[in-house]
């Protein structure tokens, strides 16, 4: 399949830079409104990392492949075998098996991998793109 318009390096990491500081901005009032009180070790605590993993897997499906970052950036997540629209189970393996799950058995080496598949392959795939079946391109 030609790929329409993928998105390089630069763009998805500023999205997703973009998409960790605006979560956790929204978190951090959260808890300090909950709680009173703002520790930083809040940020590196499992409830973190399961409320980011529940918002970059169900966002994209509700919201046409967006999440606050890559809408910002124009760029979304789709099927690469026909472009259409991802689902629950397309975003599951992208980023529960894909980015957590593989990260976490490799030690962290399937990112730094990935980094170098977004930037030299031709249709801008990551390891977690290729697992899914989806691929990330600019409106």
Not at 82 to 94: A, G, H, S, Y
Not at 101 to 126: C, H, N, P, Q, Y
């Amino acid at each position: 399949m030609e790929v329409k318009r993928p998105a390089g390096f630069g763009t998805r990491f500023l999205a997703d830079v973009l998409d960790s500081l605006i979560v956790s901005s929204i978190i951090g009032i959260v808890v300090y409104l909950v709680k009173g009180d703002f520790q930083a070790d809040w940020a590196s605590s499992y409830p973190w990392q399961i409320v980011t993993m529940i918002y970059t897997t169900i966002t994209p499906v509700v919201w046409g492949g967006y999440v606050i970052g890559k809408r910002i950036f124009k760029i979304r997540i789709r099927k690469f075998k026909d472009d259409r629209p991802v689902n629950l189970v397309d975003m599951l393996l992208r980023e529960v098996v894909g980015k957590y799950f593989v990260a976490g058995i490799t030690l962290g080496i399937s990112i730094i991998v990935s980094v170098f598949m977004v930037m030299i392959r031709e249709d801008k795939r990551a390891v977690h793109d290729l697992i899914a079946g989806t691929y990330v391109r600019y409106d």
